[in-house]
């Protein structure tokens, strides 16, 4: 049985790894601009189509104004543009805008995978530094040492310390979720992120877990630059591959800024390109 309460163990676990990430620099930052490129695997887009949304979640642009808690991201795709806003306020899942080719969606199972993917995207690029200094939307988290495992990435198997971590309210929209971070035992960087989908009708009772691999130094901090996502349950299946592609920080931007239709202001230029 799961416990209520934080362990000392799971504390000194996390904060380890959030040091080691560069957590103090990420709590001074007013803004972080990225820019990724992947793909998907075929199947998947075939069982979660809004989800993927492969025919506008091409490249993408994203910005996170941390001291505002607001996330903006522009995806280009072969069917044109979406714009995605994320936004703590406005009751405890926060809320999200979304608007393909300029023109707003009401649909709530597109702004639900909306906010599923902010704040994915949002764990997976800043890990134990996320959870140590805050999320964007308020939640509560119960962290627990849950022992150690193997990773293996690129044919290299690395010892890591497991962090269970059980989130309320979870990614998205949902009232839930439960995280698992492995925990490299020698860099103390997060190699891998397993979770649970809830905050999906569809994908309730499903878990995918995220590699994050090529760690990089810039600005103060570690950065994962090339991620694999799998699918664990219901079954086994490769996702999406992605990387960063461009990355800078504390443009000033502000919430207006990205939290309409198109990016504006500081927020219009591309992420400075990785070299």
Known sequence: MKSHTTSDA??????????????????????????YAGH?????????????????RGGSQERIVRGAACVGQAHRGPLGEKQVARISSGGAHGEVRVWFNGVESADAEQRAAAALVVDGYSLFLLGPALLEHSWLTERSAVLEAAGSSPVIQDGRSTMCDVLSVSITPGLGFSDGDQLALYIDRETRLMRRVRFTLNGLESTQGAIAEVD??????????????????????????????????????????????????????????AARALT
């Open 10 to 35: 799971a504390r000194a676990l996390l904060s380890s790894s959030a040091a080691a990430h560069g957590v103090r620099v990420f709590g001074g930052l007013n803004d972080i601009n990225v820019s």
């Open 40 to 56: 998907w695997h075929p199947l998947v887009a075939k069982l979660q189509p809004v989800l993927v949304d492969r025919g506008f």
């Open 212 to 269: 994050t691999l090529d760690p990089l130094e810039r600005h103060g901090l570690i950065w994962p630059t090339r991620f694999h996502e799998q699918l664990r349950r219901p079954f086994s299946l490769a996702v999406h591959d992605w990387r960063l592609t461009g990355l800078d920080v504390d443009r000033g931007l502000s919430p207006s800024d990205v939290s309409g239709a198109i990016f504006t202001g500081a927020a219009a230029r």
